[in-house]
């Protein structure tokens, strides 16, 4: 019997044609595993799964409750439709002139079915965005265990509104069966892979693992295995989590989201609890581990106090250490 079979039985938006796809482009091993963790988080979030069920139910409303009887659920849902650009400059030293003021856009966390207003607001922010290229970070919808065709529809309209490469991960809730879909719309799929960007004389290298989170199926050394080819080396992953591995393969920046920031955080942007094992520091926004400069962005969010609501993070690269796009003198 074929060893994927077990694995789409059950989800009919699997058809053969995303089979025979999924098989021509990644390892019988590779898919083996994925498909398995898939189907280990699909019986984990099924009704079937009590404590697991009642756990997270008991957990959203303990929030949403609280926040009902302070007055702030609906000033914590606005802010969460209210989707902003921040825009973040990165000094890596030795920048070759050539990439020096290059801007990469990132989409995080769309959870499509959340929100269509909330991506609706993300689709007029990109008709005003110029970038050099786009990478999506991951969860672009919220089932994974849904068919693919409204989370394609969207990023198809996404698509529409840029004008460069683009390059996408995987996140915790992504079935890899979407792969096929988003690889046809022109988004190069990276999972556990890696590509050289040539710009002018220079390169740019810019690796994507798959999730770190929960499915645990990122491998770093894989992604970056031709790293040392280019002058500037890019990681994405849907979580922060690999920091610290990313940095000892010798990775210059790092983006991610998956933490939403914390969702609900204290004055002062602490986050309360961040579904990531990092440091609090990395929850959100800008941040430096050893020789790695990361950004986490804290994604589109159906609830959110005091963190602001942010989808997408321009980074733009520089070797200037100030706020300006300068080669330091
Ligand atoms: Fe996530």
């Not at 058809?15 to 398995?36: H, M």
């Not at 994405?236 to 983006?255: F, K, N, T, W």
């Amino acid at each position: 019997m074929d060893p994927i079979q077990t694995f789409v039985d059950g989800r009919s938006f699997i058809t053969e044609d995303i089979q025979r796809e999924l098989k021509a482009r990644f390892s019988e091993v590779d898919l083996f595993k994925r498909l398995s963790r898939e189907e280990k988080f699909i019986q984990r979030s099924s009704r079937k799964s009590k404590f697991y069920s009642r756990k997270n139910f008991f957990k959203r409303r303990l929030i949403e409750n609280q926040l009902k009887l302070a007055g702030l659920y609906s000033r914590a849902a606005k802010n969460a439709r209210d989707v902003r650009i921040t825009n973040n400059i990165v000094s890596l030293r030795n920048l070759p002139e050539a990439i020096e003021n290059f801007k990469i856009l990132q989409i995080s966390d769309l959870h499509i079915e959340l929100s269509y207003a909330a991506c609706d607001r993300v689709i007029d922010i990109l008709e005003t965005v110029e970038c050099d290229i786009c990478v999506m970070t991951g969860d672009y919808g919220v089932e994974i265990n849904k068919a693919l065709d409204e989370t394609l529809r969207i990023l198809s309209v996404i698509l529409s509104c840029l004008n460069v490469p683009v390059f996408g991960v995987l996140g915790n809730h992504d079935t890899i069966a979407l792969v096929p879909g988003m690889e046809r719309l022109g988004i190069t799929m990276l999972l556990n892979e890696g590509i050289v960007l040539k710009q002018d004389n220079h390169s740019l290298f810019i690796a994507g693992v798959d999730d770190a989170s929960h499915f645990q199926l990122h491998d770093i050394e894989k992604a970056t295995s031709f790293s040392n080819k280019a002058d500037v080396s890019l990681i994405l992953s849907h979580s922060p989590d690999i920091y610290e591995v990313a940095e000892r393969a010798g990775c210059q920046l790092m983006l991610s989201g998956h933490t939403h920031g914390g969702q609900i955080c204290l004055a002062g942007r602490i986050p309360i609890v961040l579904d990531s094992l990092v440091p609090r520091k990395m929850g959100s926004g800008s941040w430096r581990h050893g020789r790695l400069i990361g950004y986490t962005t804290t994604g589109r969010r159906d609830v959110s106090y005091a963190c602001t609501s942010e989808l997408s993070a321009r980074n733009r690269y520089s070797s200037a250490s100030a706020c300006k796009c300068r080669t330091p003198g």
